[in-house]
């Protein structure tokens, strides 16, 4: 089997599922309790917070733990939108945000908020022009992506960051899911990101939020107060452990990981821009782990399951819409044909992932795909 889907989810690094079953079998108290038991699993909750926010990247950042990237984009957003629209109801992202970022703009739309949709080229990535020109003085939160899971498009983040800083009082928020571990990113500029544990090597179901100290939100759920009252309900510390045992695995590795990934990503290319059925949609700069590329005389569901059958895992384009049989709404933004929609797939790397691996992809491409091609 070689599994490249990597940006769907991650196969859990042995350490972290290790790390995850030592909690529960051995400190499985409720943090909130006040006896010592408790007060064990409290002090390993606080140890895992502290790592995380180390680990994040963000400077002078506290971290909220959630069940993973939807939820924590969800309290970013809707958190920051309520505690501010005194201020200003105006908010701006992109076109190519995840669902979980996108649906809960058009929700704060029909709530009275305005949204900008920032554009993007043809490569995916937006304009810094069009941000500034954007901002307005009612304008209190701007979320932008930094790494696209369809293409691989990677948004300028730093100079963003600084031109809202300079034009405009809004927080900034980032969905850094599919940037970290896997390339050395910059959240200088930002006021908060969202990781996911299991987009590099950690469990599904666990995720954080990083904000600054000083941050308020209005809490989605309501409850016990835990985690400053800002994500009640019971913690849970042995995801907590494990998601700071994730973060230190890949940012530990992914220098290494990054030389890996990029040499993959070159025959990928190499590859494919040679091959007359293929159009690459992944711009020359993109993330190392992901490669986009389309058959317009196949649907991509045709070249999933022909190269399922020998056992090799790509997807049509974000898991999450792939069932759905959803036309991209970032292949759409890119300005890309309607057949080139029909026929995209995404191969995405993992940091672990073999130059071997590639080249068996590669052979098996050429077996499989070419014959379908003909009478069509």
Not at 62 to 69: C, D, P, R
Not at 184 to 203: R, V
Not at 244 to 261: F, I, N, V, Y
């Amino acid at each position: 089997m070689i599994y490249l889907d990597n940006s769907a989810t991650t196969k859990p690094h042995p350490e972290v599922i290790s790390s995850y079953i030592k909690v529960n079998e051995q400190f499985y108290g409720n943090p909130s309790s006040i006896h010592a038991f408790g007060e064990k699993a409290s002090s390993l909750f606080q140890k895992a917070q502290q790592q995380c926010s180390e680990l994040s990247g963000l400077p002078d950042s506290k971290v909220i733990f959630t069940s993973g990237g939807t939820e924590s984009n969800n309290l970013a957003i809707k958190g920051s939108a309520y505690f501010l629209q005194g201020k200003g109801k105006h908010l701006i992202t992109t076109a190519i945000e995840h669902p979980s970022v996108l649906e809960v703009f058009k929700k704060l739309e029909n709530e009275g908020f305005e949204v900008t949709y920032l554009p993007v080229d043809p490569a995916g990535v937006i304009s810094l022009d069009d941000l500034k020109a954007a901002l307005r003085k009612d304008t209190i939160l701007v979320s932008i992506m930094y790494v696209n899971n369809e293409i691989g498009s990677i948004q300028p983040i730093h100079e963003a960051g600084k031109i809202i800083k300079a034009n405009s009082n809004a927080r900034f928020h980032s969905d850094a899911v599919q940037a970290y571990g896997k390339l050395k990113a910059d959240y200088e500029t930002l006021d908060m990101i969202t990781l996911s544990a299991h987009k590099f090597n950690g469990l599904k179901g666990s995720g954080l939020l990083a904000m600054k100290k000083d941050m308020k939100l209005i809490p989605e759920m309501a409850g016990g107060g835990q985690q400053e009252g800002l994500r009640s309900g019971t913690v849970n510390t042995a995801g907590a452990v494990s998601l700071a045992k994730s973060m230190r695995l890949a940012s530990e590795h992914q220098p290494e990981a990054d030389q890996t990934l990029q040499a993959c990503q070159q025959m990928l290319r190499s590859f494919f821009e040679k091959r007359e059925e293929v159009k690459v949609l992944s711009p020359e700069n993109a993330a190392p782990h992901i490669f986009s590329l389309t058959v317009p005389k196949l649907t991509g569901e045709v070249i999933v399951h022909a190269l399922a059958q020998r056992e090799i895992f790509i997807t049509t384009s974000s898991a999450c819409s792939s069932k759905m049989n959803k036309r991209s709404h970032v292949l759409t933004a890119c300005a890309f044909s309607d057949r080139d929609i029909r026929g995209a797939v995404r191969i995405s790397l993992g940091a672990d992932q073999q130059t071997e691996d590639i080249q068996e992809f590669i052979r098996i491409w050429q077996e499989v795909i070419p014959p379908l091609l003909k009478g069509v």
